[in-house]
């Protein structure tokens, strides 16, 4: 096993949405109908007060607080602040958040700081506001530019939102831009996944998330699918798509991430690359490498209360906000890690496999002869890494791998 400690990130979720989009399965929800409505006649429009800003503020910093002997000594390098809707909560709560966590915690200088936002939930004031509280980095939900498949995803925006979001961001001086877009909507064809493309590649990101849609157990489209392209037209979408990215410069250098140079995720990379990751807010996930009172070298995962108000509700609960913690078993590491690590193209080092699952890279060789057979992984032996079929039917990939 490692003897050092992985690098430490920090995920902080915000939990509400301004509607619930149809095909979501994250933890977002709609304010309950007893917080003042958020809605305005007419739009679509949130004021910072009618979310409980200061109630979630002193939440997080004592959910923190409860994480803190985990993270002893140890320096943050990146933070994700994610949702939900974060862009719904104002400049000032952030200053403030961020300027307790720094109490806490100490924060790499050349941290990255990501935030996401939502077009239709901000203007110009409010990411001047974002970038003077110390984030550095924007990642905008934007998933299409064409008003049907906008409509057919129950956005609150139009293309025309998502654009000017963008400028708007860009003037604010955010210099790191991530669009997340989808693909594979409905009645969506090549072409119009391609005009998504051009548009977003015309707003110059530095990064671009470009998601394939999937019906989520627990949503709305899941209970009453809507009519997807045909499985043609995906492979069509995929790869024209792929190409065109490449074409303009962007290396993909995971399943459904894309980057120009040196703008790749590094929080994500932290995920994929099995770092360990503090999560604060409502249904958030940590994970965190520590050496027990038994000298054993253990990896826990605790997640949050789930539901909002039951989240606020935990405030000065000697129960804490912890709704569940389990430490991974030696057994469970294998599938653990790669599922995380199969995920880059790139793939990782053998040597990395034996030093975070504590098996031996003799006993994965034999495993990887019959997947390298079927076409799933490349450079072998060298590297565990997905060839580009691999990624395709990553689960078979990853049943030959781990399953006993
Ligand atoms: C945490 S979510 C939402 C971020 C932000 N609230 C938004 O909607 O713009 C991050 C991204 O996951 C992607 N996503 C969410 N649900 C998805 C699904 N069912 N299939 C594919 N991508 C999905 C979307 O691109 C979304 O922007
Ligand atoms: S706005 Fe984002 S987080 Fe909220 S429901 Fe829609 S996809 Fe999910």
Redesign the pocket.
Known sequence: MANTLPPLSLYIHTPW?VR??P??D?N?HEPSPYEPSPYEPGSHGFTPRDLPEEAYLKALLQDLDGDLALAAGREIQTIFIG???PSLLSPVFYQRLLREIKARLPIADDAEITLEA?PGTTEQERFIGYRNAGINRLSL?IQSFQPDQLYALGRIHSGNEAVAAVQQARQAGFTNINIDLMHGLPGQTPQLAMDDIEQALALAPEHLSWYQLTLEPNTAFHSSPPTLPEEEALWDIQDKGHQRLEQAGFERYEISAYATAHHQSRHNLNYWQFGDYLGIGAGAHGKLSHIDQNGQWCIERRWKTRQPDAYLKRFNDLRGFIAGKQLLTPDELPLEFAMNALRLTQGVTLDTWSANTGQSDVMLLERLQTADKKGLLMQMPEKLRASPQGLLFLNELLALICDD
């Open positions: 949405c619930k989009c095909y979501c994250f977002s949702g939900g809707t939502n939900g």
